[in-house]
């Protein structure tokens, strides 16, 4: 692996005339809303190059070659900061999701005899740690023994959540896999339910040397994918658990075999029609025990330590192909749904429904009302962790 510049592999936007460069850091990408400085981290590898920005310590880039060897972007983005806070299609583009990923039921939760209201962005709900949560928020970032460390302390009340949290992130990339290590902290009992949302895409975005204003990105419903998944957990139509466990087998849910996303995304089944498409938690089967009425957030039943293969997403067209292994009981499955295409990225393309998968790491949503789900309470001495790996590679 190779640190290199965050602004080498393309023409992003120009340091501002008045910035002293620090030979610390790589050069000022642009600046927040309230001055926060964003800056790109580069690691590179023969096979992936990726930038990364302490905006919300998400992944700007991420590089691979397709079997005729041209290189292309892998995630829906932009060579600008601005719509990565500003703009509502492209606030979760790849970023570190907290203190708590998806939805928490009317954004309220009990903690002992207290009750805690958080801020909600979803109706009623809470939704990837409220508008003010880690995606949005500025990291401290740079490089350490060979990857970039990123650390953020969410003080006691933001976004309504109890207790002072210290979070980590570390990414890494040695040859064609890219892994990203978080942990956390807290000083009073809370709640920590951390993800990480690449919006994917293995046509390769924008590859084409000129793309007119206004095409099309292409749709991922040719996608082959696979989860290491025997159940999932249906939602109401607010896309909330219901806490039952379905089994996937004669479903449009079933992706023991690989399928393409597109295949049965359209049947008429209520679950598909509550979404939109997927956007669903799947029970990982490698995950011991997943269902363990309370259990511990870091009892060795939960969480062994070990990397279990949930997904492979396959491009036939490119041959990349991609594997996601991860130590995390559920794996979240959302088709883009929502996209509509008011968004352009790379060169201009569009990003509208079906143009990228996401595939999300995490324990179960709304695990505070539902008791048989994987406990997500963090007490003051305990350490919560969280590991996820991408893999990259060609398939002929």
Known sequence: ???????????????????????????????????????????????????????GGRLIRVRTPDRRGTWGDLVLGHEQPEPYWRHPQAIYYSAVIGRVGNRIAGGRFELGAQAYQLATNDGPNALHGGPGGLHGVSWQAGYSEGGLALSYTSPAGEEGYPGKLEVQARYSLSGPVLRLDLSAQTDAETLVNLTHHPFWNLCGLGEAAQIADGTQAPSVLGHQLTLGAS?????????????????????????????SIGERIGDADQQLSFAGGYDHNFVLDGSPRPDRAGGDLNGSDLNGGDLNLAATLFEPVSGRQLKVLTDQPGLQVY??????????????????????????????????????FPSTVLRPGEVYTWTTEYHFSLME
């Open 1 to 55: 692996m190779n640190r290199t510049d965050g602004n080498s592999t393309d023409a992003l936007t120009q340091q501002a005339a008045s910035e002293q460069p620090d030979p610390q850091q790589p050069p000022l990408w642009g600046r927040g809303p309230g001055g926060e400085v964003w800056r790109l981290y580069g690691l590179s590898s023969p096979e992936v190059r990726v930038q990364i920005s302490n905006l």
């Open 231 to 259: 159940r999932y957990t249906p939602v109401n139509a607010a896309l909330i658990p219901t806490g039952e466990l379905a089994d996937v087998a004669g479903t449009p849910f079933d992706f023991r075999t690989p399928r």
């Open 335 to 372: 088709s883009g749904n929502f996209s509509d295409g008011t968004f352009a990225g790379w060169n201009a393309q569009r990003y509208g429904p079906r143009s990228s998968v996401c595939l999300e790491p995490q324990r179960f949503p709304d695990a505070p009302h539902q008791p048989n």
